[in-house]
């Protein structure tokens, strides 16, 4: 049998048409099956379920902007939250594209090996099918209000977003704004992912593929604001927080004055990222320290927090990881990419070029490349330490294999890398966290490993917009010569000192445990589908029965923060745990 798969995916690969057909036949079978069932679950109490829709139709205002229908992580913890804040007196409608758009988040260059096909028309032969019809079922199953984006574009809208698409000089775009909302930046993102690289100017076809973008843009923001005219909702929910669409409906709501929820899945299983205002890539830079400079501290949290941390190495306890069987031999390593870790070694950790391309003020370099470029010229002239350039491996294995890899950038810049400098590319199995461990100092960009690394008491030298900056923990840059003068001090004399460490073991437990907030009730899956509503009753959403969702529905209708309190439940399962070892043996 898996000579026969073998034998068929060949045929495939050699035929684009025929494997193209064949992933929207599978596509269309995971839009039927991935979708949560609410017809099913609500069907033994839909009474019940009908008198709570009643009692929720003067409350609170909230629009679930989940656009994508077919985006089944969206669709499904998004109907989830739906449901809970109907059940906690929410008002809840939502807002689904409904063909409207010539470019989505859902189209990526894997779906058109032939880009001139989707230039010529966009998703609308194939990622549109079913979309929209999939994702109004999963909503209108529960008795909300689905209100479609062709409802709020009029004939000037499209005739204007048209014209601005095909006259804006495409140099300009990227800095494209409408009625002061940044349309192009987000435009420019959503064309970066479409083509998962960071750059655009090899694409033939990178052109018309922007403007489709831009043009989506344009018609998201028209359609977005005629319906905030409309409906004065309070909140606004949606996932990402940033490409097409998502950017631009965050854009409009901030100006309407709506308030803005994101929201991202997080590593640990069943466990989920929430923001206030716009975007955790940004928000979590800017969280005020009280938040968790003030959290009760001791050493069973420690513990914890250290054991996870552990985990972090395999993935176990994660339900996005790039390791299965790191390789953690430091000779074995060493023998491997050449480098000899009795002399000094400074580690350098990549993001993926494409992904989340923002414009991060505090960043040291206008992206993350010439970040890199110019960190190996420096190091060409300090012979007396090594640098060890980690590519991210999820280049490979993350959601969209990226085409533009930093190991072919670095060597198209460097044919012959000066000796001190040493790369493990994306594939490789050597694992992160051993060789970062033994270097004198790391250096980052965005990657959320630092954190990790402060909290082993590894100095991390900051240079673009990762999370950790801000927080008293790592060296921060601002520029490139602040950059340059923080490498002037290497190797550094000594380790972190141990209030330091301290200090980034508790930010690490902050962000780990209270950032990311469990659902027990959405089951990781396997495959395409990432997980699924687990539910009997709708009454696992109702207050009290998950103590995650009270704290996510309590900061989007009550503008609370998204902290989950784990050092209570910490306490709680140790004291509870203690009494049991305390009870008399029966």
């Known amino acids: 049998m898996t000579r026969i798969r073998q034998l068929l995916r060949e045929q495939l690969r050699r035929f684009p048409a025929l494997e193209r057909r064949a992933r929207l036949l599978a596509r269309a079978r995971r839009l039927a099956t991935g979708q949560p069932d609410w017809a099913g679950i609500l069907e033994p109490e839909r009474e019940a379920w009908e008198r709570a829709l009643a009692a929720a139709k003067g409350g609170h205002k909230v629009l679930v902007a989940t656009s994508v229908g077919s985006h089944i992580a969206g669709t499904s913890l998004e109907s989830a939250l739906a449901a809970a804040l109907t059940l906690r007196g929410a008002s809840v409608e939502v807002l689904l594209c409904d063909t409207a758009l010539p470019a989505c988040l859902a189209a990526d260059v894997t779906w058109y090996p032939d880009r001139r096909q989707f230039v010529r028309h966009g998703p609308s032969r194939d990622l549109c099918h079913g979309c929209f019809d999939s994702g109004a079922k999963v909503f209108r199953d529960l008795g909300l209000r689905v209100r479609r984006y062709s409802e709020y574009l009029s004939a000037e809208d499209r005739e204007l977003a048209a014209r601005l698409a095909g006259e804006v000089p495409v140099a300009e775009i990227s800095h494209h ?201 420096w190091f060409a002239r300090r012979p007396e330490l090594q640098l060890i350039i980690r590519a991210h491996p999820a280049e490979l294995r993350g959601s969209l294999v990226s085409r533009q890899p930093i190991v072919a950038e670095i060597q198209r810049r460097f044919p012959s890398l000066p000796g001190n400098v040493f790369v493990i590319g994306p594939e490789s199995q050597v694992s992160t966290y051993a060789v970062m461990s033994r270097c004198n100092a790391v250096l980052i960009y965005g990657t959320k490993t630092g954190v990790e690394l402060a909290s082993i008491g590894v100095p991390v030298i900051v240079a673009g917009e990762a999370w950790i900056r801000n927080k008293g923990l790592t060296m921060d840059a601002a520029s490139a010569a602040g950059y340059f003068s923080l490498l002037d001090r290497l190797p550094l004399p000594a380790a972190m000192p141990e209030p330091q460490v301290q200090r980034a073991r508790r930010y690490a437990y902050h962000f780990f445990f209270r950032r990311m907030i469990p659902l027990e009730f959405m089951e990781p899956m396997k495959a395409d589908v990432p997980y699924r509503v687990s539910l009997r009753s709708f009454r696992e959403l109702e207050r009290g029965a998950s103590r995650g969702l009270d704290v996510i529905c309590d900061g989007i209708l009550e503008d609370r923060p998204f902290i989950f309190p784990a050092e209570q439940e910490a306490s709680t399962e140790a004291d509870s745990a203690a009494a049991l070892v305390s009870m008399p043996a029966r």
């Open 177 to 377: 704004t409408l009625g002061g909302l940044a349309v192009g930046e987000h435009a420019m993102a959503g064309a970066l992912r479409f083509y998962a690289r960071a750059t655009l100017d090899t694409e033939p076809e990178a052109e018309a593929v922007l403007r489709r973008y831009f043009h989506a843009a344009l018609l998201t923001t028209l359609a977005t604001r005629a319906l905030l005219r409309q409906v004065q909702y309070e909140v606004a929910v949606f996932h990402h927080g940033i490409y097409v669409p998502q950017g631009l409906i965050g854009e409009c709501c901030r100006e309407a004055g709506v308030r803005v929820v994101n929201w991202n899945p997080a590593y640990r299983k069943q466990c989920f990222i929430f923001s206030h205002g716009e975007t955790y890539h940004h928000t979590l830079m800017t969280e005020p320290t009280e938040s968790w400079e003030s959290m009760p501290w001791s050493s069973r949290l420690e513990a914890g927090l250290l054991k996870y941390l552990e985990s972090r190495w395999s993935g176990t306890q994660d339900w996005i990881w790039f390791h299965d069987r790191p390789t953690e031999d430091l000779q074995r390593i060493g023998r491997e990419i050449g480098v000899d870790f009795t002399r000094p070694c400074v580690g350098l950790l990549t993001n993926v070029m494409w992904d989340a391309q923002l414009h991060y003020p505090a960043n040291a370099f206008p992206n993350m490349l010439e970040w890199v470029l110019s960190t190996i010229e």
